[in-house]
């Protein structure tokens, strides 16, 4: 797996690592990086990624998760397909087309963090087009 500077990616601390690791895998298709074990060989960190840039580090909470307050956006590439791989119990909203020209998949996480995932519309389409539609 290529290795980059990343300028930006989200940790989030999780409840059970393993699970959360594997929800993303099965669920977002996304790919293990790099795992670090600690003492005991205990997961002390997770670094996992769905497409470039989309970059994960998921680390084991030390206290309870507050994740309300935040979503996490991804550029997505087939919303509806991902939607039927998805628990429903893991879908809050959609599949939604939105007048910003984007289909839209809102997912929460085991963690409860939510996940909108958006897939471009029409391809081409000017800003100004866009806009026309608000």
């Known amino acids: 797996m290529e290795a980059y500077p990343m300028p930006m990616f989200v940790k989030m601390e999780v409840r059970d690592i393993e699970r ?3 929800w993303y895998k099965d669920v977002l298709e996304f790919n293990e990086v790099y795992c670090h074990r600690g003492a ?3 997961i002390v960190m997770v670094h996992i990624r769905g497409e470039r840039y989309q970059d994960l ?7 309870p998760v507050l994740p309300e307050g935040f979503t996490i956006n991804l550029q997505w590439k087939d919303v509806d397909l991902t ?4 628990p429903e119990s893991n879908i809050m909203e959609g599949p ?7 289909r839209e998949l809102v997912l929460i996480d085991p ?10 519309l029409h391809r081409g389409m000017s800003f100004d ?5 608000f």
């Open 83 to 86: 939607a039927k791989r998805a």
């Open 40 to 42: 005991e060989n205990q």
């Open 111 to 120: 963690d409860g963090y939510k996940l909108t995932l958006s897939e471009l």
């Open 57 to 63: 580090m998921l680390i084991p909470a030390g206290s």
């Open 20 to 22: 959360s690791v594997k």
């Open 96 to 102: 939604a087309d939105r007048p910003w020209n984007a």
């Open 129 to 133: 087009e866009v806009r026309k539609g």
